[in-house]
């Protein structure tokens, strides 16, 4: 068993890279952390809790000031559709569940936005910009489908998606069951 970075007492890093690995955006590299999750990936309540796993993407200069704003998102039930959350420029880019997304009405995505942001904003005298993206594991005939990264990292929209599926295929990003 590998030791990664302790961020925080509530999500639990199973995957950490402390510096840029290759050469991707400024400085691109990520850690994978995992929390029990008491909501689908729609944001229906679950009888039992589940795995969600989702990546930080970190960039050059690692700004782990982005764990309290995670921390608060999950302990007040928003953290269920993110898949990548990124820091950069002072803001943040939550990359969601396409099925999410998609799964109610626009106003429950606005609503769940509002929400995002109000707890993303100062928090320890910062504040922080946000944007949203969605994320779709299939392709359709070899073709991201419902997936817009919305410049998580600053670099080509097809190397940042190579990258995330990447990450996806290596960790199987989102909620499942605990292994018994």
């Not at 402390?18 to 400024?26: K, S, V, Y």
């Not at 729609?42 to 796993?53: E, I, R, S, Y």
Request: glycine residues 8%; hydrophobic residues 40%; charged residues 25%.
């Amino acid at each position: 068993m590998t030791n990664t970075s302790v961020y925080s007492t509530i999500l639990h890093c199973v995957y950490d890279e402390p510096e840029e690995r290759g050469h991707l955006g400024r400085g691109t590299h990520y850690s994978v952390f995992r929390v029990p999750e008491w909501f689908d990936v729609t944001g229906k309540p679950v009888k039992k809790a589940l795995q969600h796993d989702f990546a930080v993407l970190w960039d050059e200069d690692h700004d782990e000031r982005i764990i309290p704003v995670i921390e608060r998102l999950y302990v007040n039930g928003l953290l269920f559709p993110v898949q990548f959350i990124g820091e950069r420029k002072g803001g943040i880019t939550a990359i969601l569940a396409s099925k999410f997304w998609f799964s109610g009405s626009g106003s429950d995505l606005k609503t769940y936005q509002a929400k995002f942001e109000k707890l993303a904003g100062d928090i320890e005298d910062d504040w922080w910009n946000t944007a949203f993206g969605m994320f779709d594991k299939s392709l359709v005939h070899g073709v991201p489908h419902q997936t817009d990264l919305m410049g998580i990292v600053n670099d080509r929209a097809e190397k940042v998606d190579t990258y995330v599926r990447n990450i996806d295929n290596l960790w199987s990003i989102g909620s499942k069951p605990f292994a018994d």
